[in-house]
């Protein structure tokens, strides 16, 4: 099964080269602004692609599946799987997406750390094989240069803690997500892939290519 990764595209979509897979994931932030016509455009293009399957899931930035979801979904139509809070199983594997994040100044999907996002990730079943969140575990391709030149890590903690107990179930293969940029790779933990699929940097240029696993 080859899964092909995307995210944090912000419009500039049409400069990336998709490589073929079974399926395609884009882990949020798809906008910029999040408006009706960005998500439209957005929608033409991932939904013309020629995998087999698609699953979106939204991020901070994508504020529309935020305010009228059902106006967003409708955009999406039925050839893309929109995860909120939900689950899909496609070709025996359960999927998982959330859109939820920490809180950055006022953007959409943000939620303040500790209870708010525990209940969140709580939700998340035990047999979850592949997770999709828009925003990074606590510690997991998660860093943030500073002014300073030191690093900072933005990732959830509540949602590193979810995990730990997804991989003692022995169920999770696979996490995708994106939003802090520079942490833009792969790396494996706990026996788990982990994929920050970032296309754009910090600067919002299309600087990275998409990410192929094979499962």
Known sequence: MRIVCLSDTHNRHRQIEVPPGEILIHSGDATTNGTLDEVKAFAGWFGRLPH???????????????RD???ASKLLGGGITYLQDSVAEIDGLKFYGSPWQPRFYDWAFNLFRGKELAEKWNLIPDDTEILITHGPPYGILDEVETPHGS?????????????????????????????????????????VRFVNASNCDEGYRVTNSPVVIDL
């Open 151 to 191: 690093a900072s890590h933005e990732g959830c903690q509540d949602l590193f803690e979810r995990i730990k107990v997804l991989v003692d179930g022995g169920q999770l293969k696979l996490h995708v997500f994106g939003h802090i940029h520079g942490g833009y790779g792969t790396s494996e933990a706990f026996g």
């Open 69 to 71: 979801p059902d106006a």
């Open 52 to 66: 087999k399957h698609k699953i979106f899931v939204a991020g901070n930035h994508d504020w529309l599946f935020q």
